[in-house]
Nanobody, 120 residues
Framework: QVQLVESGGGLVQPGGSLRLSCAASGRIFSINAMGWYRQAPGKERELVARITSGGSTYYADSVKGRFTISRDNARKTVVLQMNILKPEDTAVYYC??????????????WGQGTQVTVSS
């Protein structure tokens, strides 16, 4: 089994910062792309940021210049540094990784979700 455990969510003032971390555990052979999604009430889940195994990154237009995604392969961790937070960033954030094991081809693994609330 593969598990993704998220941490770092919480309540923050507009303009503040939060750092979300997601660590994978299990019998993992490799992790390809890693990403963060979010879903606000009444809205569809959207891709916030993604990083490939080669280090290429993608950011949603709404977070460009404010969020940074990074990965630590040794710790099987993906981090989303969120700066200059806005009320519109309020959502449940989900970690996602494309993983493979010795016994299966690549599949998506998801974190449990962590609440980020930007108050005003």
């Amino acid at each position: 089994q593969v598990q993704l455990v998220e941490s770092g969510g919480g309540l923050v003032q507009p303009g503040g910062s939060l750092r979300l971390s997601c660590a994978a555990s299990g019998r993992i052979f490799s992790i390809n792309a890693m990403g963060w999604y979010r879903q606000a009430p009444g809205k569809e889940r959207e891709l916030v940021a993604r990083i490939t195994s080669g280090g290429s990154t993608y950011y949603a237009d709404s977070v460009k210049g404010r969020f940074t995604i990074s990965r630590d392969n040794a710790r099987k961790t993906v981090v989303l540094q969120m700066n200059i937070l806005k009320p519109e960033d309020t959502a449940v954030y989900y970690c996602n990784m494309d993983v493979s094991t010795l016994y299966s081809s690549a599949f998506d693994a998801w974190g449990q979700g962590t609440q980020v609330t930007v108050s005003s």
